[in-house]
Nanobody, 124 residues
Framework: QVRLVESGGGLVQAGDSLRLSCATS????????LAWFRQAPGKEREFVAS????????DYSDSVKGRFTISRDTAGRTFYLQMNSLKPEDTAVYYC?????????????????WGQGTQVTVSS
């Protein structure tokens, strides 16, 4: 079992950048597929980005492709979501997620472990 803790959220202006981090204690994330989801007020939680455990293949939702980048450190303890050119519609609680040896993560059903969430607010 892994425990995931997000950090890096905050209030920024449209066009700014922000980097979210998700750290784990205990087991490393070397054999875990990783992902970020977000949930805006009154909306369902949605997929944002993922990185497969085997091969490091990345995947992004159409709404963030070209602006957001998911990455991980070599130690397998932390992964990140670099968010550039932020828009007001990116405002949401962002959740990091992981799943042991999952082929990929694109749905909530594929997630085995969740972080507690961090608020990102983008003002216009």
């Amino acid at each position: 079992q892994v425990r995931l803790v997000e950090s890096g959220g905050g209030l920024v202006q449209a066009g700014d950048s922000l980097r979210l981090s998700c750290a784990t204690s205990g087991r490393t994330l070397i054999n875990y597929s990783l992902a970020w989801f977000r949930q805006a007020p009154g909306k369902e939680r949605e997929f944002v980005a993922s990185m497969a455990w085997f091969g490091g293949i990345t995947d992004y939702s159409d709404s963030v492709k070209g602006r957001f980048t998911i990455s991980r450190d070599t130690a397998g303890r932390t992964f990140y979501l670099q968010m550039n050119s932020l828009k007001p519609e990116d405002t949401a609680v962002y959740y990091c997620a992981a799943s042991f040896k999952a082929p990929k993560i694109r749905t909530m059903a594929a997630v085995g472990n969740w972080g507690q969430g961090t608020q990102v607010t983008v003002s216009s």
